[in-house]
């Protein structure tokens, strides 16, 4: 019974990074990459240098927040997608309440804390279809991806279509045009605040628990009626693949936005 139990652990761990793991690791790296990045500009320029743009970066940031609220029927009390004027730092907020009794709220809190991700990346390629419609056809490329496991080979294919993304964004036709800088002026500013505060990361870990308990319990049921769900499982991991996918146009913006910071710091601290 004991080595039953523990298959089921791991089975249900091993399921619930199909469901979420790809959604974390993206949003810790998008977190590391802005937190640092954020370092630089506030030793190079200040509060002000963030300031700069909260204007369009806060608004998509909140209203990933506020959307999956909606999504997952949460009762929302408050929402500020831009506050300038606050003392305490804090750009723009979303309060919500949720039935704790209530297993589709609970899991909801998970995706409510990972939104910004979701609405960062979708303005992100929205902007590339309106103003680099060229470029956005580069950008279907990665719908042609056949995921159906996570190796070597997919996470290959993946950075090799980023790279042909941002070689056609970045062409010489491209930089000669207004729309180009617009576009990258608009990029930087939404993935400055793509990163995930504490608080955000506080509320998903309350909905990671929720979906790998729920998980647990399903692999039990599983096993008394002898299902087998794996390929289930498997098929949201590949939904998890296209998003990473996806989500490396708001990473390489972001790693775009950290070397330029990185070059201002340099530039004022480094050089006599």
């Known amino acids: 019974m004991e080595n039953t139990l523990l298959t089921i652990l791991k089975l249900s761990l091993f399921e619930t990074f199909c469901v979420t793991g790809l959604l974390i690791l993206i949003g810790l790296i998008l977190g590391i990459i802005g937190n640092r990045a954020n370092f630089y500009i506030q030793r ?3 509060w ?26 949460h009762n929302v009390k408050e929402f500020k997608l831009l506050a300038l004027k606050r003392k305490d730092g804090v750009l723009g907020y979303v309060q919500h309440g949720w039935d704790p009794k209530s297993l589709y709220q609970n899991i909801g809190n998970f995706f409510i804390g990972m939104g910004p991700i979701f609405s960062g990346t979708a303005a992100l390629v929205l902007g590339m279809h309106l103003l680099l419609p060229a ?3 580069s950008f279907s ?20 279509l980023t790279a042909e993304l941002f070689g056609s964004i970045f062409s010489a036709e491209n930089v000669s045009n207004l729309n180009f800088w617009i576009y990258f002026a608009l990029a930087i500013g939404i993935s400055s605040h ?31 009626l002898k299902a087998d769900l794996s390929g289930f499982f498997l098929d949201i991991l590949a939904l998890n693949i296209y998003l990473l996918a996806f989500s490396m146009v708001s990473i390489a913006f972001s790693s ?17």
Not at 48 to 73: D, N, Q
Request: aromatic content about 16%; overall charge positive.
């Open 135 to 137: 470029s956005f056809s």
């Open 44 to 46: 190079v320029f200040g």
């Open 141 to 160: 490329n990665f719908l042609a991806l056949e995921p159906t496991r996570l190796d070597s080979e997919i996470l290959g294919q993946i950075f090799m």
């Open 194 to 224: 793509i990163a995930l505060s504490k608080e955000d990361l506080k509320g998903a870990s309350r909905g990671f628990v929720t979906i790998f308990l729920f998980i647990f319990l399903v692999n039990i049921i599983a096993l008394l």
């Open 256 to 272: 775009i936005r950290l070397f330029l910071s990185f070059f201002a710091y340099v530039l004022v601290y480094r050089i006599p």
């Open 48 to 73: 002000k240098g963030i300031m700069l743009t909260a204007w369009i970066g806060t608004p998509v940031h909140e209203s990933g927040h506020l959307i999956m609220c909606y999504l997952f029927r």
